[in-house]
Structure formats: C-alpha cells, structure tokens
C-alpha cells in the first residue's frame, strides 16, 4: 500500500503532457532544488537522476522516511507554521517547487512571498495548480453540482481554486511574474468531475469547446521575483495565447485533413463505380451485338420467315 495517495511511480512523472513532466522539462539539469510538498520524493527521485541536487519539505513524517532515501535530505514541517528561510539557507536555491501543493494550503500568500528569500540570483519558482474553470467544473454547476473527489480538480483537500487571470493575480501580489506558463489538457467530458455530454445543449457545448480555459486541466507556471517588470509576465501570457492558437490551428488541420481523406475515398469509389457501369455497358453492347448477329443468320437461314426475323431484329433494336 503506498504512504501516500499522491504517490506515483517514476514512469507517470515522465509521462508526456502531464504537470510532473513538464516540471522536469522547466527544471532542466545541474539545478539546487528544493521541492515543498515532496511526498515521497518521487519528482525529486527523477529531478536527481538529471544531474539535480534535490530537497525536500514534507508534512509528515512517514512520507518524509521515504523521501529521504530519493533526495539528498528532507524536512519535515507544517508549511504555513514554517518558515521555509529558518529551514533552508536563503539563497541556497536555484528552483523551488510547488508542485500542486499551494491549493492545499489556507493562505499560500504568506508561503509563496517568503520562498524569494530562499532564490539564489536568477532563480525561479515552479509551481502546478488546477484550473477551476474548466469546462466540466462550470457544467456541473450549471447543474448545482459541486461535489469534491479524492484527487483532481475537486480534491476533497483543496482550499483554494485558481484561474488564469486569479493565479497572474496571486503571483503579483506574492511579488513575482509569471515568466513561463504551461497546461496540461483534458477534453470536455474526460474527467473525474462526471458530466455528461448528452445533458447539455450543443450550442453551449460548442461554444465551451472554442474556449482556452474549458480544456485546462492545470497551470504549471514559472514565477521570477518582480524586479524585472510586469512585461514578463505579459510576454509570458502572449506565448500562451499563440500556443493555444497554434493548438487551434492543428486542430482545424486535422479536421481538414480527415475531410480530404474522406473525398479521396469518395473519389476512389466514385471512379470504382464509374468503371463498373463502363463494363456492365460494354457487356451489355457485347450481348446486343451477339444478339443481332445470331437474328441475322436465322434470317438468311430461313427466308420464309422474314417477317418474323425483322420483328425480333426491331426489338432487339429497341
């Protein structure tokens, strides 16, 4: 039985498209990490295997026993009774991560403005969130529903919700821009909130499927302190807005695509037809003109019966 229920194994850490992998990638190697809300050290575990020095900070004790044989050392704490500067050397990291944690907390203000003491120059924090407004959370409300899970969006242990334009806010007010900002997706329908499609007008459904945020499932995001200006952050949602054009696009272009293929294969049975009546004709011709031939001799053969020869010679004719 795993210590934890966040628990997974190294395999789904690298799984593409998902937070975990996108942590790493943003990560990179050579880096003094330091992950809050490590679990069982498992990210760190695959951060370490790239050339990391990782840390951890963990709330229980059990799961902090099994961290430590992943990660170089990890403490154990209540993180909004803590602060992360008493534990660690300020300064002494080049990434500090919070990989789907702040949600969990009462008050991640206080957290996340405290972690700019413990960044070395040039350092960033890495954080992953959900996203509250995607779409199958607002059809569930439509419906009066808002019932919490065991893990996703709706986690039963989640205080806090984010949106995009909630979390630009949050980091702001923490002092820092968001400088990068990913988004791992799950269609309309696809997760563990439960709707379904066939409950819902089409025009609305269509109209949720056109919309950026309906499909984010959660925001992984790299956050610098302030100092460099707000343009950062701007850049950052002007690289989001393209990429989700860019997603629209491919979309467009598969749909496209599988039109084309559809009219190909129209085409091909089109002409398989074509040639099919063209044999069945030229059979047909092949019969009629076999048909006359024998008419023909049957009228040289027997003069007498020309009157009758030259009535089955019309009909065929006809």
Not at 72 to 85: H, I, K, N, R, S
Not at 200 to 218: G, H, I, K, M, W
Not at 285 to 310: F, I, N, Y
Request: charged residues 25%; contains cysteine.
């Amino acid at each position: 039985m795993p210590l934890s229920k966040y628990d997974i194994e190294a395999a789904q850490v690298a799984e593409p498209g998902t937070s975990h992998s996108f942590l790493v990638d943003m990560v990179g190697s050579n880096k003094r990490v330091l992950d809050v809300g490590c679990d069982t050290g498992y990210l760190g575990e695959v951060l370490g295997a790239v050339g990391n020095k990782v840390w951890g900070f963990e709330i229980s004790e059990a799961t902090a026993a099994q961290a430590r044989t992943r990660l170089v050392d990890c403490a154990v704490g209540d993180l909004e009774q803590t602060d992360l500067a008493s534990v660690f050397e300020p300064g002494s990291f080049d990434v500090v991560i919070f990989g789907d944690v702040l949600e969990h907390l009462r008050d991640p203000l206080p957290v996340l403005r405290s972690t700019r003491r413990l960044l070395a120059a040039g350092g960033s924090v890495l954080l992953s969130t959900p996203n509250i407004a995607h779409g199958d959370v607002r059809l569930a409300l439509l419906h009066g529903q808002f019932r919490y899970n065991k893990l996703g969006i709706l986690d039963e242990t989640h205080t806090r919700f984010f949106t995009a334009e909630s979390l630009v806010s949050f980091a702001r007010d923490a002092g820092f821009e968001i400088a990068e900002l990913r988004r791992t997706r799950a269609e309309l329908f696809t997760t563990e909130i439960g709707v379904n499609e066939s409950d819902f007008p089409a025009e609305l459904v269509a109209r949720l499927r056109a919309d950026n945020e309906a499909s984010t499932y959660q925001f992984v995001a790299r956050l610098v302190p302030d100092d460099a200006g707000v343009m950062v952050t701007q850049q950052a949602l002007r690289v989001d807005e393209l990429a989700a054009e860019l997603d629209r696009a491919r979309s467009e272009l598969a749909v496209q695509a599988a039109e084309l293929t559809s009219l190909r294969a129209d085409r091909q049975s089109l002409a398989e037809q074509t040639e099919q009546l063209r044999t069945a004709h030229d059979e047909a011709v092949r019969q009629r003109d076999h048909l006359l031939a024998e008419v023909r001799e049957l009228r040289s053969a027997m003069p007498a019966t020309g009157g009758l020869a030259r009535r089955l010679m019309g009909r065929v004719g006809r």
